[in-house]
């Protein structure tokens, strides 16, 4: 795929320390408009820390982070991304599936006013596409781990966004709705979205990568192709500890030459 565009998202040289140790290094990246980019990489990497700092949400301590050519310390629109946080990390037992899904409408509208029929029907479709329609006055802690995971899906979605950051978003789905989910970002990406992914394991969203970022003790080990194993995986790490520069792509390439065949699990991969 020839991309022409400026990127929607770019790192340069960012660095980020927490409890007075580096956590990120030198990073830099770009996601591109109809573009998927898998951040990939072991435990404890920095992938999350990454996402969080790309999204403001952890400070920087070196480098600059552009969001649709805007400095991030000046990014107001924020109804154009949408964020899926990795589900672990918090926790909405109480809270029903549609005032979830409706917070993901809360960047449209002024504070303090109702939901307008928009806010509702965006609410509203992105709960079925999840296939959750019949869900929406539930408590979360009523779903399964991953119905919750489909419930965050949806309130990203809910925004309309033109970038969309998901945090291992299949971690606890079952492959039927991992497929599911696989169609529903083909769809957004037809549409001109830009997708940054954490993933551990990728499964059925294998052919929507055109790109996979591959983080190492908080550094870029490798910036092209999607690794097909554990092992190449390893490879890069390799050249890249032999006293090379990590590879980087010159432009993303869709789907190229035969993705993995099944679930990879770059966790075991990259520490052993
Ligand atoms: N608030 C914090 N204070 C100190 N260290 C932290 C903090 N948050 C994360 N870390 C450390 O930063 C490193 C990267 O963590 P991060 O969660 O970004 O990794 P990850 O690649 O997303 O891991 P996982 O695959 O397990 O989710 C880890 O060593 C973690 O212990």
Redesign the pocket.
């Known amino acids: 795929m020839e991309l022409t565009s400026d990127p929607v998202l770019r790192a340069d040289d960012v660095s980020v320390e927490?409890?007075g140790?580096p956590?990120l290094r030198g990073i830099s990246l770009t996601v591109h408009s109809g573009e998927t980019v898998a951040l990939l990489?072991?435990?404890?990497?920095?992938?999350?820390?990454?996402v969080?700092t790309l999204l403001g949400l952890t400070p920087l301590r070196r480098g600059t982070i552009t969001l649709f050519g805007t400095d991030l310390d000046d990014f107001k629109r924020w109804s154009r991304v949408g964020y899926v946080p990795?589900r672990s990390t918090i926790n909405l037992t109480r809270a029903k599936v549609s005032e979830i899904v409706g917070s993901g409408r809360l960047g449209h509208r002024p504070p303090f006013l109702p939901p307008t029929r928009d806010d509702r029907q965006a609410a509203k479709e992105a709960l079925e596409v999840v296939g959750l329609a019949d869900r929406a006055s539930a408590e979360m802690q009523h779903l399964s781990g991953g119905q919750q995971q489909r419930v965050l899906i949806a309130r990203a979605l809910a925004t309309r966004p033109d970038l969309l950051v998901l945090?291992?978003p299949t971690a606890g789905v079952d492959l039927e709705h991992q497929q599911i989910l696989a169609d529903v970002l083909a769809e957004l990406l037809r549409r001109g979205m830009a997708i940054l992914v954490?993933l551990?394991e990728i499964g059925p969203l294998a052919p929507l990568v055109d790109r996979a970022i591959v983080?190492r003790e908080?550094r870029v080990v490798h910036d092209g192709e999607l690794p097909r194993s554990a092992a190449e995986l390893h490879d890069h790490h390799r050249t890249q500890h032999g006293g090379h520069e990590h590879e980087t792509a010159d432009g993303p390439q869709r789907g190229s030459g035969p993705h993995v065949a099944g679930p990879l699990d770059l966790?075991s991969g990259a520490e052993s």
């Open positions: 927490l409890g140790l956590i990489g072991g435990n404890g990497s920095g992938k999350s820390t990454l969080r990795q945090d291992e954490v551990h983080l908080g966790r």
